[in-house]
């Protein structure tokens, strides 16, 4: 950061910037909720969408919303809010990420096998599981960023080669290998009376909400993801923040597999599977434009929620969890069409 | 007197903010050579447009050799005898000159096999000589301007139309043009002559109409008294709507900004000196170069030279490196290059200052508004809010928040393209202001503008640029609107033809290899060499492995891939991509196990069979409307259409159940002796493929869609149906592909074609397709579906871990991406190190 403030010297020289200046914030205050109607619609979608759901939810299917039912499926919401972030971040940098269910599965993997279900190994095996997803993350990031790679096919390849790691891996390790009890401990536990996952999540989404709002990296990340040939030009290190963008998106879905693993316990080669499309769903209909730069933390999270609550009720009535991926589909293609619908001024 | 070949009658045409052209009334007789002249921005373009049928005009009338345009349409007024070249290139760069004029003739009248000794003919025909066998990509922009105009003959036009025809060639192409112009008029067609070169005007044309402002001054026969002064007078002296700043008085003789021999693709020898509180302006006729050096001054053009700011050796290896230096570049393009169109104003403009606006780490809401909102002020924003999306601003606007970003940067030396195009008089005045007082203390601003009388109303010096030289300096009083646009316009220097700088010993050689991967033998070598190996160490290491049971196994796994290999490469080719064909096989095969199912009637055979085709059909359609008429993203609708597909696989069988009938796995899996007769269905198909993608004219149209679009277009390519059409085809091959495969499961298995959109990918792109469209070739694709059959076979055969065999299909279709597209990205970052070292080196001695 002093390195950047060194090239901008001469910066707020402007004498009265400061007296004037104030006067300028109480007018420029007063229209920020005209601003919330005006720029958020997109964001706002998903809450009016949660919001229609759990009314109908409370009218024709009260049990759904019971505590105890909450309480056993809110961990899901947390799980898929965390991944869900990591995708909306790397979509806002103009890219996807398919590689999602094999670094979860990698992780869990390593979690199992460094730990021996060990309470010992604990931190170490997170550490090492975690520190495996971020350098799959940095192999798309350098391939995708900086070899102008394709990033579907790259995300795909490189996942299939961290599944057939993962196999091979698996393999060494014996088939019946719960994680360590004091995670399961963790993962099963309350935080103030909210499941421990739901809490992470919850800090999750404040943090990277956090980062791209209050950081001078999150707002240049921002401007990489709007328009990367203009953030090149007044001399941005667009290819980093690209790379960058599939690194923590990886260090997202590091956590989320911890969290997983230590809420079933004994995950399996296939824990990451449900994580391939419901990411890309809940990053879409909380308002992430593929076109990039654009998306709201909060309003993922949200969408998170929203999916995983739909399928609970469709469950309740009856339908068979297959339905989940068609729903998601179809969200995937109408978030995408009224979103093109509403940015008329789209380059391609 | 005989009837125009083309018209033009009161034709005006109004874009916001500007009257392009204003009640103009043209005409060109028969054999005629009709000039257009015209300062930048006067109209001629749009006039030109309007023509050809590209832009429709507010009022006025069209007339092609007598017939009123019924409609707004390129291909209607071809058809009526009017054929346009225009200056950007509408060739397809990566076919070859014979496949270029091939696409322009009419369908029918040439067979594909004589397309290079007909092409050889025509060009003849015209004294052209060009290899009808050279790709246009290896041609000098000389030589493709007279591809574009041999092409552009085919139709036998009765009106041509020629844009700046001569902005590419040297002295000895002009004088062939010339001559191709005299043949063609002495033949009866009339020829619309746009140009800024008079010397070359008063040469050829018969008469010449000159347009200021979208007004027509008037149309003059040329003869010996129509001087070259006499035009000039004509086009210049707009009224002026702009009040200027008072220019610099005194001018500090210490310069920040010096440039020595810059040299690049588009300029040579280009040195020049920029003092502190000067703004200098860099004028020409749009192409000349100018643009091209300012770019090349902060690493976004390729050049070589020095250049120093405020006494300090600047690093043109990227607008970063060039920033800290002091070097901040303003681009024409506001929308692609200068603005973040879905932040904010606010956000839009404080990005130099963000550093500054933090309290503890975190950026301060308080300091963002107060900073935003003082530059707002000085700069004169005029938004509603500060937190509008800056693309919902005017353009001036949008200016002015680039320029107080920019301002605020810190930079000493301001390179602003074109300051205020498509920026309405009154914003005009203020950027002017803005950038003089900005400069005043310490910076230096150079300005490119094609605006004559800006320039003259703002520089306090200018540069002339013609055919990517500097040509004439003006200062003080000399500057004059007047002055500008007579350097450019009777500057008769000719283009140099110059050779390319030698690039650096690995840049060729990978550019070589990237060459290599363009030629469709290539990538079959390729691949033939790894079976080869793979088959030669599967034959040593396992006594199975050459058994004929072992290769009938082999062979039979291979029908499904290599059918959705050459489904995937349809999309593939005009630069898509379908994810879906993996879930639509589990569909078709779930499909089969309800439809055609075990004890069948052979009605319900025919009919699920035709059912599994439909929803092939179907699923294709609905991914091409998508991606075409919903413009949306291939990879996001297909990923999309890939959940939907699996769910409901999953829906119909939630495991595997359902035997599907005996007859029809029996009859997919025929054998004649050892070979499956699927084999050879597969590879007749591949070679069937192979002929219609490069010996038809319909095939070299998709290859054009997937090269260029545009150029397609406008050869007659019927874009949007080739895009539907290559979904569709997916979609067909992976059913057909599913059918195979439920041939082999036997069953209703929901997640059975899981891995085949990843091996469909990388078998195509193993077999030479490129993700930029327009490359590959199914026996390519069918070969590469071979390759990773064979490794799975071999893996298993060998009693190898299973795992290898997800490892090495994912590490198969890195190499290959990284082989056919990666090496241009490797080959960029080899020149960006090489430059840099080459930098140092140079500031070293």
């Known amino acids: 950061m002093t390195e950047r403030s060194k090239s901008y010297p001469n910066l707020v020289s402007e004498p009265q910037s400061t007296p004037s200046g104030t006067q300028e914030i109480l007018t420029t205050l007063k229209p920020r909720f005209s601003r919330v109607a005006k720029v958020e619609i997109r964001f706002l979608a998903i809450w009016i969408a949660l919001g229609t759901l759990v009314l109908i939810d409370a009218v024709f299917l009260p049990r759904s919303l019971q505590r105890s039912t909450l309480l056993a499926v809110s961990p899901f919401a947390a799980f898929l809010a965390i991944t869900a972030i990591g995708q909306a971040i790397v979509i806002m940098a103009r890219g996807i990420d398919l590689s999602v269910p094999a670094i979860m599965s990698l992780s869990c993997a390593i979690l199992i ?146 969290l997983l693993a230590g809420f079933i316990r004994n995950p399996t080669l296939d824990v990451g599977a449900p994580y391939f499309m419901s990411p890309i769903a809940a990053a879409v209909l909380g308002g992430v434009a593929m076109s990039g730069g654009v998306g709201n933390m909060l309003s993922v999270a949200v969408a998170s929620i929203f999916l995983i609550q739909l399928d609970q009720s469709l469950k309740m009535v009856g339908l068979p969890t297959s339905w989940q991926l068609v729903i998601q589909g179809v969200a995937i293609g109408t978030g995408m069409y009224l979103s093109e619908l509403r940015s008329p001024h789209q380059g391609k | 007197m005989s009837m125009p070949v083309l018209k033009l009658e009161g034709v ?92 322009a003739s009419r369908p029918g009248s040439v067979r594909f096999d004589d397309m290079n000794v007909w092409a050889a003919e025509r060009l ?68 619309i002559y746009v140009s800024h070169r008079l010397p070359e005007i008063l040469a050829l044309a018969d008469r010449v109409t000159v347009l200021r402002d ?11 008294s129509l001087s070259e002064h006499d035009l000039i007078t004509l086009m210049v002296g707009r009224d002026i709507d702009v009040e200027y700043a008072a220019k610099a008085t005194i001018i500090d003789e210490h310069p920040v900004l010096v440039v020595k021999k810059l040299s690049g693709k588009a300029f040579q020898d280009i040195s020049f000196s920029s003092r502190r509180g000067e703004i200098l302006g860099f004028a020409g006729a749009e192409g000349n170069g100018q643009r091209e050096v300012l770019r090349a001054l902060v690493g976004l053009e390729e050049a070589h030279g020095t250049v120093e700011c405020a006494g300090q050796q600047v690093s043109t290896a990227s607008p970063r490196s060039a920033f800290e230096s002091g070097l901040l570049f303003l681009s024409s393009d506001r929308k692609g290059e200068a603005i973040f169109p879905e932040l904010s104003v606010g956000k839009n403009m404080i990005f130099p200052l963000l550093g500054k606006l933090t309290t503890l780490g975190l950026l301060s809401r308080k300091k963002e508004q107060a900073t935003a909102a003082a530059m707002k002020r000085d700069f004169g924003v005029a938004a509603a809010d500060l937190s509008v999306p800056v693309i919902q601003l005017s353009g001036g606007n949008q200016q002015k928040a680039v320029l107080a970003r920019s301002f605020r940067s810190g930079a000493k030396a301001f390179l602003i393209d074109e300051p205020t195009q498509g920026v309405d008089a009154g914003a005009r005045f203020e950027i002017y202001k803005a950038i003089r007082e900005n400069i005043q203390s310490d910076g230096t601003c150079i300005v490119n503008s094609s605006d004559a009388q800006e320039l003259a109303g703002i520089c306090d010096r200018v540069l002339v640029f013609s055919r990517g030289r500097i040509v004439h300096e003006l200062v003080g009083d000399a500057i004059t609107e007047e002055n500008i646009v007579g350097g450019f316009l009777t500057a008769r220097d000719d283009r140099q033809t110059t050779n390319a700088d030698a690039a650096t010993a690995t840049a060729t050689f990978l550019q070589q290899l990237t060459g290599g991967s363009a030629s469709w033998w290539v990538p079959l070598l390729f691949l033939l060499g790894l079976v080869a190996i793979v088959a030669a160490y599967a034959t040593t290491n396992s006594s199975v492995f050459l058994k004929p049971i072992n290769f009938r196994h082999l062979l039979l796994a291979l029908t499904p891939v290599a059918i959705v290999a050459m489904a995937q490469l349809h999309t593939l080719l ?88 005996g007859r029809v796995t029996s009859l997919l899996r025929t054998c004649i002796g050892v070979l499956p007769a699927a084999t050879i269905f597969v590879v007749i198909a591949a070679l069937v493929g192979d002929y219609w993608l490069h010996h038809t004219r319909s095939g070299l149209l998709v290859k054009a869609t997937g090269f260029r679009e545009e150029a397609a277009r406008r050869s007659g390519a019927p874009v949007t149906w080739i895009h539907l059409r290559a979904y569709i085809l997916a979609g067909v091959g992976a059913a057909i592909a599913g059918m195979f495969l439920g041939a082999q499961v036997g069953v209703g298995h929901p997640s059975v074609g899981q891995n085949y959109a990843l091996a469909s ?26 390759f990773f059959t064979l490794m799975s076979n071999v893996i298993s055969v060998l009693g190898l871990n299973s795992a290898f065999g997800v490892i090495a299909s994912g590490t198969m279709t890195l190499v290959a991406i990284v082989l056919y597209s990666g090496v241009a990205g490797f080959d960029r970052l080899v020149r960006f190190f090489t430059r840099s070292r080459r930098e140092a080196e140079g500031a070293a001695s």
């Open chain 1, 113 to 258: 096998g460094f730990s021996a279900g060990n309470d010992a190994y604990l931190f170490s095996a997170v550490g090492a599981a975690i520190l495996a997803a971020v350098l799959v993350g940095a192999v798309n990031g350098v391939l995708i960023a900086f070899l102008r790679l394709n990033a579907l096919i790259v995300t795909l390849a490189v996942g299939a080669i961290v599944t057939g790691v993962t196999i091979w891996y698996r393999q060494s390790v014996g088939a019946e290998s719960p994680v360590p009890p004091s995670l399961a401990e963790f993962g099963n536990g309350r935080l103030l009376g909210i499941p421990t996952s739901v809490a992470i999540a919850f800090l999750v989404t404040c943090l990277a909400g956090l980062f791209l709002t209050k950081t001078v990296a999150g707002r240049r990340f921002e401007a990489v993801g709007t328009n990367p040939e203009a953030a090149h030009v007044i001399g941005m290190r667009v290819r980093i923040y690209q790379a960058g963008a599939y690194v923590t998106a990886s260090m997202m879905y590091g956590i989320a597999a911890m």
């Open chain 2, 12 to 103: 005006s045409k109004t874009y916001p903010g500007v009257r392009a052209l204003d009640q103009v009334s043209i005409d060109c007789l028969p054999g005629e050579v009709h000039a257009i002249i015209g300062e930048n921005g006067s109209g001629k373009s749009t006039l030109m447009k309007i023509a050809s049928g590209v832009v429709r005009p507010d009022s006025g009338v069209v007339e092609i050799a007598g017939q009123r345009s019924a409609s707004v349409d390129p291909r209607t007024a071809s058809a009526l005898g009017l054929s346009t070249v225009y200056q950007d290139d509408s060739l397809v760069l990566e076919l070859t000159v014979a496949q270029n004029l091939f696409m």
């Open chain 2, 124 to 191: 003849a025909a015209y004294g052209v000589n060009i290899a009808p066998d050279a790709l246009i990509a290896d041609l000098s922009p000389a030589q493709r301007q007279f591809v574009e105009i041999v092409k552009a003959l085919q139709s036998e036009p009765k009106a041509l139309l020629l844009d700046e025809p001569t902005s590419t060639l040297d002295a000895d192409g002009v004088r062939k043009l010339a001559s191709i112009i005299r043949d063609l008029t002495a033949r009866g067609t009339g020829i």
């Open chain 2, 214 to 224: 979208g007004m027509h001054q008037g149309t003059f026969a040329v003869t010996k």
């Open chain 2, 574 to 661: 005009i630069k898509g991509i379908d994810v879906s064909v993996g879930s639509l096989m589990s569909t078709v095969v779930v499909a089969m196990s309800f439809l055609v199912v075990s004890g069948a009637s052979p009605l319900m055979i025919a009919g699920g069979t035709a059912a599994c085709l439909l929803l092939g059909v179907g699923t294709g359609l609905a991914n091409g409307a998508l991606v075409r008429f919903g413009r949306i993203n291939p990879v996001i609708t297909t990923i999309a259409t890939l959940s939907i597909l699996q769910g409901f696989a999953l829906v119909g069988r939630p495991t595997p159940a359902g035997i599907i009938d």
């Open chain 2, 761 to 786: 990918i990388a078998a195509a792109v193993l077999g030479g397709a490129a993700l930029t469209g327009g490359r590959g070739s199914f026996s390519g694709a069918l070969l590469g579906a071979f």
